[in-house]
C-alpha cells in the first residue's frame, strides 16, 4: 500500500477497544485514525486489519465491521481496502511439533486446534504429600476436556462459523428452502426487491436479475438456477425470441413500427456497405431509440424481401445491448432515496472477515474441483472494495451483498457436490452485477486501463514498445461478432473490398460464411491480399493451431507491401486464450513476432474477443466484446483507422450502461481467472478424449481429438441422431453457447473443410465444466463406448456396431459384462472409476432404452450394493428414477421377489442378497440418498404393501432395510418435512 513505508502504531484507543468492542470504542479507534496524517493513517490501518486477520472469525467480523461503520468518506474506503488486502488468518493455538518434511493437515481439519490436551512446555512436579505423585497432565487434560465439551456444543452449534455442524445445517435448510414453490432463485429475488426499487432508476437492475446472454435450454424446475423472461437462448442471434417483450417495457416515443428492425448503433448503415448494393443502403433510414446513439431502428428493410436481414444482421453483429435496453425501460425515473441506517461498506467487510469467506478463500487455494470457480468469486468480491466501493447508503447495494453472503454459505458448505457451488457461484453474479450497476463507478478510462494491463500481461515481449513504438486502443463492442465486423468495416474500408484471406489451415472461430462467402474454405495468402482473418484458438478444434505459421505467413505478405499501399490488416479472433505450463501465450508469440512490422507502419493489428465467453468465467452474463487495435502511432493510414474504430464505439455508447461496469470489474479483478478457467476446463476435456470417449484420430467423422489447451471436443454418432441422443443425457446442460461453468454441448456443429463428414453430417460440441473427473465418467464414458462398440477394457472395437438410435438393453449388459471380466491391476482407470462407468451405463440406458422400465433391473442392481465414489448428483438422479419407476406396481413380498432375481441377474461385482430384501435394500438406499423435498412427492406414491402377516411380509417388514425404508417414507411424508 501507498503508507507502507511509514512506521506503523496502532491507534489510540485501541487497547480498551480489543478488550470490549462497541460503538462507543469503535468510535474512538475511528477518530484516531481519522486525526492521522493520510500516511500514517494508511499504516496503522493495515495494522488494525492486520491484528484482526488473526482474531477468530466471528470477533474479527464483528469488530471489523464496527470500525468501519465509525469511519467515514476516504477513510472508510481506505480500511475497506486494507482488509482486503490482509490475508485471513485462524487463531494461534499450540501445536505439537511437526515431523520434519510432514505435511499438515488443513486448520479446520486439525484436532489439535479444537482440543486443549497438548503437553504443557514445562510439566511442575507432584506435590510430595500424595502418594505416589499426581499425573496433573492427565488430570489437567480432564479438565480441559470437560470445559471443552461445552466449548465444543456452542462451536457445533455456531451457524456463522464455517467448520461447524450449526453451518452446515442451516446452509442445508437454507438451499431446501429456495425454489421450495418451484421457482427459482432468480425469480424469488427479483419478487422480493421488485417493489422495494418500482418507479425509480433501479428498477431495471431488478429485471437484469437472472438475464444470460446464453441461457439454458434444459427446463429447471426451480432452486439454484438463473431465469429471465427476456433471455434468450442465444441473445446474439435469437434475441428477436423476447424483443417484443423488451420493447413492450421501453419508455421512449421512437418504438419500431411494423417492418422496421432493432438494431445497435447507427453505425451499422456504414457495416451494410459490405453486404448489400450501395442504391439499397441508400433507401434505408436508421434513427436511434434516445439520443443520438446506441440502440437504433433500421427502417426501409421491408421494401426488400428477397434479402435475408435477419442473417445479414447477424453477421454484421448488428444486436441490440440487452443492457442498454434494459436501461431504456427506466428513462424519465427518479433516483431511489439513500437509506441512512444502511451501510454497505460495514456489511462489505463484515462479509470479506466472515468465516465463511474464510474457507471459501482456503477452498480456492486447494485443489478440489470448485476451487478455481471459488478463486474467480474471491477476487470479484474483494474487487468490490476497489475504487469508491459500493455505493454506502443504497439499500438494494445491501439486499445484494446479504443475498452474495447467503449464496457463499451455499457454495462453501456444498464444495463436495460441485454442481451445487458451481450454480450458487453463477447466481453470485447477478449480486455482484448489482452493487456494480448500482454504484456505477467505472468509467471509458478503467476499461482503457484495464484492457491495456491485461494486454501487457499476456504479451510481455511487445511491453517496452506499446506507447512508443507501437500504439494500443481497445474499444468496448456490443459482442465478438460485432467486433469482427466493425473490424472488417474498418480494414476493407481503405482497402480493395475482395483481396480477404483466411488461413489455409483449419482453424475457425466465428460462423461467418454469409459475411466473407467464398473465403469460408480458406485461401492462401498472396501478395495482393490487403486483409488476413484468422483465429488464436478454433472453436471446431479439428487441428492444432500454430501462431509461428501464422506469423510467417503475414511477414511474407507485409513485405510484399509498395511504399503507399495501405497497411497489411491481420484480423485475429482471440477469444479463447491459453497459456502454456510456463505461462507463456499463443498471443505473446503472435504479437513478439509481428510488433516491428505494426512499428514499422506496414501493419495493422484488430484484435477481436468476445466476452461471453470464458471472460465472463462461465456464467454468460455479459454478452459484450472488444475490438483492440495495435498500429502505428502518427501514421496517417493508421490515424484513419483509429479514428474510425473510436467512431463505432461513440455511436455504440456502451461505456456508461450496466454491462460495461461488470465487464470492467472482471477484466481488472478476474482476468487471471480466465485463463485459469480455461486450462482447468481443458484438463477435463483431455481426460474425456482419452478414457471417456476415445476415437480413432485418423476418421474425423467421429469427432476431434483433444487439441492442447483446448476446453472443446467434437462428437458424432455411427448410428442414431447424436443431438437427439445428447438431449437425452438430462445430467449434460445444453446452450447455445460454450464456457461454462458446468458441462455442457451445442448441437448443430459444421464439420472440418473438405473431410469426410458424420452420417447426419453434423457434430456435437461437447464443452467440459469444473466437475470431478468422476463426474466426466457418470456423463461419458456409457455413450463413448457404445458409440464405438468398445467395450470396456478393450482397446478397439470388438462386437457388431450398437444402433444407439434403437438402444437395446442387451448391449448394454455385453459392457457391463466385459467390465466384470477386467481386473483392477489389468486396468488402473477403470479401477478408479469402476463405480462410475457402471453408474454411467445405468443413466444411459435409463436415458435411451425404451421402453424405460426394461432398465428398472439396473437401477435396482446398482442400489442393491453399495457403490461408493459415485457423485451425489448421479446417485440422486438414478434414485430419483428407481423411485419413479417403482410407483408402476404394489410393493408387496411377491413383487420384490421377482425385482431381487432381476437385479442379481445384472452383471455387477459384488453379491446381492438371494431373496426380496435384495430390491428392499436398493429402494431403501435410494430413498436415503434423496433430500426430504425430492423425497416426498416420489414418496407418496409408493404402494409400499409389508403390513400383512405372511411369515414373508413380516419378515421384510422386520428387516433392517425394510425398517429404514419404512421410516424414511414415514419422515417424508410428514407435513413438516422439507
Known amino acids: 500500500m501507498s503508507g507502507s513505508s511509514v512506521p506503523a502504531t496502532m491507534p489510540r484507543g485501541w487497547e480498551t477497544f480489543a478488550a470490549q468492542p462497541d460503538e462507543s470504542t469503535a468510535r474512538a479507534v475511528a477518530q484516531a485514525l481519522e486525526s492521522m496524517r493520510p500516511r500514517t493513517a ?20 464483528e469488530m471489523s465491521r464496527l470500525i468501519v461503520s465509525r469511519l467515514s468518506g476516504d477513510a472508510a474506503r481506505t480500511f475497506m481496502k486494507a482488509t482486503a488486502e490482509v490475508r485471513l488468518a485462524s487463531p494461534v493455538q499450540p501445536q505439537a511439533p511437526a515431523d520434519p518434511g510432514t505435511e499438515q493437515p488443513p486448520q479446520h481439519e486439525n484436532v489439535l486446534h479444537n482440543l486443549d490436551l497438548l503437553p504443557p512446555k514445562q510439566l511442575a512436579e507432584p506435590p510430595a504429600t500424595t502418594p505416589g505423585g499426581r499425573d496433573r497432565q492427565r488430570i ?25 455442524m450449526g453451518y452446515l445445517r442451516e446452509a442445508s435448510k437454507l438451499i431446501n ?106 433507401a434505408l433510414k436508421i434513427t436511434p431509440l434516445a439520443g443520438k ?36 425501460m427506466d428513462t424519465g425515473k427518479q433516483p431511489p432515496p439513500d437509506d441512512l441506517k444502511a451501510d454497505t461498506r460495514a456489511d462489505l467487510v463484515q462479509l470479506i472477515t466472515s468465516s465463511p469467506f474464510s474457507r471459501l478463500q482456503e477452498i480456492a487455494r486447494g485443489k478440489g474441483e470448485v476451487a478455481p470457480v471459488l478463486a474467480m468469486i474471491e477476487h ?45 457461484a453463477d447466481l453470485m453474479m447477478d449480486e455482484i452485477g448489482v452493487v456494480l450497476a448500482a454504484a456505477g463507478n467505472y468509467t471509458r478510462p478503467d476499461y482503457l486501463d484495464a484492457m491495456r494491463a491485461i494486454l501487457l500481461e499476456r504479451a510481455p515481449s511487445i511491453a517496452k514498445d506499446v506507447g512508443k513504438r507501437v500504439q494500443l486502443d481497445s474499444h468496448l463492442m456490443t459482442s465478438g461478432m460485432d467486433a469482427l465486423a466493425t473490424a472488417l468495416s474498418i480494414a476493407l474500408g481503405a482497402r480493395y473490398r475482395d483481396q480477404v484471406s483466411r488461413p489455409t489451415e483449419k482453424i475457425d472461430y466465428f460462423e461467418t460464411g454469409l459475411l466473407l462467402g467464398k473465403l469460408k474454405k480458406g485461401q492462401t495468402v498472396a501478395p495482393r491480399d490487403d486483409v488476413l482473418v484468422a483465429a488464436l484458438n478454433p472453436s471446431t478444434p479439428f487441428n492444432t493451431p500454430d501462431p509461428g505459421r501464422l506469423v510467417a505467413d503475414v511477414l511474407k505478405a507485409v513485405q510484399t507491401r509498395k511504399k503507399d499501399d495501405p497497411p497489411f490488416a491481420l484480423i485475429l479472433d482471440s477469444t479463447i486464450e491459453t497459456a502454456g505450463p510456463d505461462g507463456s501465450t499463443q498471443l505473446d508469440t503472435v504479437l513478439g513476432g509481428l510488433k516491428d512490422a505494426v512499428a514499422d507502419g506496414r501493419l495493422e493489428i484488430f484484435l477481436c474477443k468476445s466476452f461471453q465467453k470464458y ?45 460495461a461496469q461488470l465487464v470492467v470489474h472482471m477484466l481488472k479483478h478476474g482476468h487471471r481467472d480466465e485463463l485459469a478457467l480455461i486450462a482447468d476446463a481443458a484438463r477435463n476435456a483431455r481426460f474425456v478424449d482419452a478414457f471417456c470417449w476415445p476415437i480413432d484420430p485418423s476418421n474425423p467423422a467421429q469427432g ?17 441422431k447424436v443431438d437427439a441422443l ?87 449388459r455385453e459392457h457391463l459384462a466385459a467390465l466384470n471380466g477386467v481386473a483392477d491391476g489389468d486396468d488402473p482407470d477403470l479401477a478408479r472409476f469402476r463405480t462410475n462407468v457402471i453408474a454411467s451405463y445405468c443413466a444411459f440406458a435409463l436415458q435411451n432404452v425404451r421402453p424405460r422400465a426394461s432398465a428398472l433391473p439396473l437401477l435396482l442392481a446398482f442400489f442393491a450394493r453399495p457403490m461408493d465414489g459415485v457423485t451425489i448428483e448421479t446417485r440422486r438422479y438414478l434414485a430419483g428414477e428407481l423411485l419413479s419407476l417403482a410407483q408402476a406396481k404394489d410393493l408387496d413380498p411377491k413383487t420384490l421377489g421377482e425385482w431381487s432375481n432381476a437385479a442379481r441377474a445384472v452383471p455387477m461385482p459384488g453379491a446381492i442378497a438371494a431373496d426380496g430384501t435384495a430390491a428392499l435394500s436398493a429402494l431403501r438406499r435410494a430413498a436415503a440418498v434423496l433430500p426430504a423435498w425430492q423425497l416426498k412427492p416420489l414418496a407418496e406414491k409408493l404402494r409400499l404393501k409389508l403390513d400383512g402377516d405372511t411369515e414373508e411380509a413380516t419378515r421384510l417388514r422386520g428387516s433392517g432395510d425394510g425398517v429404514r425404508l419404512l421410516a424414511l417414507v414415514g419422515q417424508a411424508l410428514r407435513p413438516d418435512a422439507t
Open 42 to 61: 494508511v499504516s496503522s490501518m493495515r495494522l488494525v486489519a492486520e491484528t484482526l486477520a488473526q482474531r477468530p472469525p466471528r470477533e474479527r467480523s
Open 140 to 164: 489437567e487434560a480432564l479438565d480441559l476436556a470437560t470445559a471443552d465439551l461445552v466449548a465444543a456444543e456452542e462451536r457445533t452449534d455456531d451457524v456463522r462459523d464455517a467448520s461447524t
Open 177 to 282: 428452502t429456495i425454489g421450495a414453490q418451484g421457482t427459482t432463485y432468480s425469480q424469488e429475488r427479483r419478487a422480493e426487491l421488485g417493489p422495494q426499487v418500482t418507479g425509480t432508476t433501479q428498477e431495471h437492475i431488478v429485471e437484469q436479475i437472472g438475464f444470460r446472454a446464453a441461457k439454458t435450454q434444459r427446463v429447471d424446475k426451480g432452486g439454484l438456477s438463473t431465469q429471465n423472461d427476456l433471455a434468450a437462448t442465444y441473445w446474439r442471434t435469437n434475441f428477436r425470441d423476447t424483443l417484443e417483450k423488451f420493447v413492450g417495457k421501453l419508455r421512449v416515443s421512437g418504438l419500431p413500427g411494423p417492418g422496421d428492425l432493432v438494431v445497435n448503433s447507427p453505425r451499422v448503415l456504414r457495416k451494410l456497405e459490405m453486404m448489400v448494393p450501395p442504391d439499397v443502403v441508400a
Open 293 to 328: 446513439t446506441g440502440v437504433s431502428v433500421l427502417s426501409g428493410t421491408d421494401k426488400f424481401p428477397d434479402i435475408d436481414w435477419n442473417s445479414i444482421l447477424q453477421e454484421l453483429g448488428a444486436t441490440p445491448s440487452a443492457y442498454q435496453m434494459y436501461a431504456l
Open 380 to 424: 470479484l468480491v474483494l474487487g468490490l472494495t476497489d475504487d469508491l466501493g459500493p455505493d454506502r447508503y443504497d439499500p438494494l447495494t445491501a439486499n445484494a451483498l446479504g443475498s452474495l453472503s447467503r449464496l457463499i454459505d451455499i457454495a462453501v458448505a456444498y464444495e463436495h457436490n460441485p454442481t451445487v457451488a458451481m450454480r450458487a
Open 615 to 659: 471472460a465472463s468465467f462461465g456464467t454468460g452474463k455479459v454478452a459484450a466484446g472488444d475490438l483492440t487495435l495495435l498500429s502505428k502511432p502518427g501514421a496517417r493510414p493508421s490515424g484513419s483507422t483509429r479514428a474510425q474504430a473510436m467512431l463505432h464505439e461513440s455511436d455504440l455508447d456502451l461505456a456508461r450502461h450496466d454491462e
Open 704 to 720: 476431434s481429438t483433444y487439441v492442447d489447451g483446448i476446453p472443446l471436443l467434437l462428437r458424432s454418432t455411427p448410428t442414431g
Open 726 to 812: 445428447f438431449k437425452n443425457l438430462v445430467q449434460i446442460d445444453q446452450r447455445d453457447s460454450f464456457s461454462f461453468l458446468r458441462t455442457s454441448y451445442v448441437g448443430g456443429i459444421p464439420g472440418p473443410w473438405e473431410s469426410p463428414s458424420p452420417q447426419d453430417g453434423w457434430y456435437v460440441r461437447i464443452n467440459p465444466g469444473h466437475e470431478s473427473k468422476e463426474s466426466m465418467v457418470e456423463c461419458f464414458y456409457a455413450f463413448g463406448h457404445l458409440t464405438t462398440s468398445t467395450p470396456p477394457g478393450a482397446k478397439g472395437p470388438v462386437q457388431a456396431g450398437v444402433d444407439l438410435g434403437n438402444l437395446q438393453l442387451k448391449s448394454v
